[in-house]
């Protein structure tokens, strides 16, 4: 009797141990990483606030510049008359599925051209001007004569977060 107790406990410690440590093993990939930061360029598509919460709808692209943007431009354009990327740079976009990003209410925003508020000339470069968050979203839905969805931007991604937003120039 003392045997089939005894032989009982250890089956019983065993397979819970085993259990343990499967489940433990099963939910290693399902934890969400904290502190994880990630860029993305993207073209963006709209900017609007849903429960009290700014949010950035976007469409992932792979930019390329110099020698890199070359073999990219020679690899999807197979028939160009051209070798060349034209004004250095190539954008890649295999995949137009559109994502939806949180921007923190504390995201930094440079921009590089846009409408200058009461200004009538055409927009002119300024290289990394800083903008608050309020005004990039003033600026992107108004459309006078330069349209933001037009320019690719970096984003630097924290936690599932956009906390900073570069505007790319292009020519």
């Given at each position: 009797m003392k045997k089939r107790i005894f032989l009982g406990l250890i089956?019983?410690?065993?397979t819970t141990l085993i259990l343990g440590l499967a489940n433990a093993k099963g939910n290693v990939g399902h934890k969400t990483p904290t502190n994880t930061t990630t860029n993305s360029?993207?073209?963006i598509h709209?900017?609007?606030e849903a429960n009290g919460q700014l949010l950035l709808t976007s469409d992932e692209i792979q930019w390329y510049e110099d020698e890199e943007a070359n073999?990219?431009?020679r690899e999807h354009e197979e028939d160009a008359n051209e070798q060349e990327a034209l004004d250095g740079y190539y954008i890649v976009n295999d995949n137009s599925?559109?994502?939806?990003?949180?921007?923190?209410?504390?995201a930094e925003v440079i921009m590089q051209i846009y409408d200058q508020p009461g200004v009538t000339a055409e927009p002119?470069?300024?290289?990394?001007?800083?903008?608050?968050?309020?005004?990039?979203?003033?600026l992107f839905n108004q459309m006078?004569?330069?349209?933001l969805r037009d320019y690719p931007f970096h984003l630097t991604?924290?936690?599932?977060?956009?906390?900073?937003?570069?505007?790319?120039?292009?020519p």
């Open positions: 089956v019983l410690v065993s360029t993207v073209f709209n900017i609007n073999l990219q431009f599925e559109l994502q939806s990003l949180r921007i923190s209410p504390n002119e470069l300024n290289p990394d001007e800083a903008v608050s968050l309020k005004q990039f979203k003033a006078d004569r330069l349209d991604i924290k936690n599932g977060e956009v906390i900073k937003i570069v505007q790319q120039f292009i």
